[in-house]
């Protein structure tokens, strides 16, 4: 059974930063393609980072060059570090684990900035 356990989120003051975690369990890691996904209240979902079993990272130009998707396959856990955080950062986010026909969510973790 596939679990995905996200942690990290809160609430953080703009330009602050935050580093967010997904522990994976039930699958094999390394094979996976891992994302982070996010959806704020009234939207739809949408994918804010992804990286490939091999470590080949992508980012959606809303948060490209303020954050970034890292991934330890000893730990099983994909992480994203976000800088520079804004108010329109402010989502649930959501880890995924993908492998082709095969995709997993996490519960999501809040991330709320605001002053």
């Known amino acids: 059974q596939v679990q995905l356990v996200e942690s990290g989120g809160g609430l953080v003051q703009p330009g602050g930063s935050l580093r967010l975690s997904c522990a994976a369990s039930?699958?094999?890691?390394?094979?996976?393609?891992m994302a982070w996904y996010r959806q704020a209240p009234g939207k739809q979902r949408e994918l804010v980072a992804r990286?490939?079993?091999?470590?080949?990272?992508n980012y959606a130009d809303s948060v490209k060059g303020r954050s970034t998707i890292s991934r330890d396959d000893a730990k099983n856990t994909v992480y994203m570090q976000m800088d520079s955080l804004r108010p329109e950062d402010t989502a649930v986010y959501y880890c995924?684990?993908?492998?082709?026909?095969?995709?997993?969510w996490g519960q999501g973790t809040q991330v709320t900035v605001s002053s």
């Open positions: 995924n684990a993908a492998l082709g026909a095969l995709n997993s």
């Open positions: 039930g699958i094999i890691f390394s094979i996976y393609h």
């Open positions: 990286i490939t079993s091999g470590g080949t990272a």
